[in-house]
């Protein structure tokens, strides 16, 4: 979840140089930064961590062997087009690079997931996949909601895809039930939607 906070305006700079003197794996002390702003990430749901943690932990034993890193909530993806920073809930990538020697800061991400919640729906749909969508190595963004049974993908088109589909479009599909599988065709792995919504109770 986050929130936009009161704070000077900040160059990237003085933004890398503040969130690193904040303690390791301190969430209070997470922000995330869009054009100069700090947006506080606060603490999530029950049902978000679930599905986190649900989402991560399948991706990490299916990816065992190979080449792709999956990490979640604490890795920083850079957006460097946008000069912009954001702490994805999942984030899977392959051979990665980062920005500097420390290495919190990933630059090469082929997958992004966000699990939505209220106060960041419209941001993660709309202000975030803008940035995002300048990453040229991610292939597919997806987004869970936490209250119900709908998982969204946006796949960048494969290149054997021809027109009317162009390298600037991306392709939406959206599975709405638990017998549903979620194929993320740029890692060549399935995720079951009952996998993902494991031990998750919805609102009647």
Not at 16 to 42: H, Q, T, V, W
Request: glycine share 2%; proline share 6%; hydrophobic share 35%.
């Amino acid at each position: 979840m986050a929130a936009r906070a009161a704070q000077t305006h900040l160059t990237p700079e003085e933004y890398i140089a503040f969130e690193r003197k904040a303690p390791p794996d301190s969430e209070i002390n997470k922000y995330e930064y869009l054009n100069g702003e700090l947006i506080a990430m606060s603490g999530a749901s029950r049902a978000h961590n679930l599905i986190t943690g649900n989402i991560c932990g399948k991706l990490h034993n299916l990816l065992k062997g190979s080449r792709c890193e999956t990490y979640a909530n604490a890795m920083r993806v850079s957006a460097p087009v946008t000069s912009s920073y954001f702490y994805p809930d999942v984030v899977v990538c392959e051979e990665p690079r980062f920005e500097d020697d420390v290495f919190d800061i990933l630059l090469n991400p082929i997958i992004i997931v966000e699990v939505l919640s209220p106060s960041t729906e419209a941001y993660d749909r709309g202000e975030k996949f803008s940035h995002y969508r300048h990453l040229t190595s991610l292939q597919e963004y997806v987004l869970v909601s936490q209250d119900k049974v709908l998982v969204e993908r946006y796949r960048r088109p494969q290149k054997h895809e021809t027109a009317p589909v162009t390298a600037n479009d991306w392709i939406f599909t959206a599975f709405q039930a638990l017998e549903d599988i979620l194929p993320l065709i740029s890692i060549k792995c399935e995720l079951p939607l009952q996998e993902i919504y494991e031990r998750v109770t919805f609102p009647d």
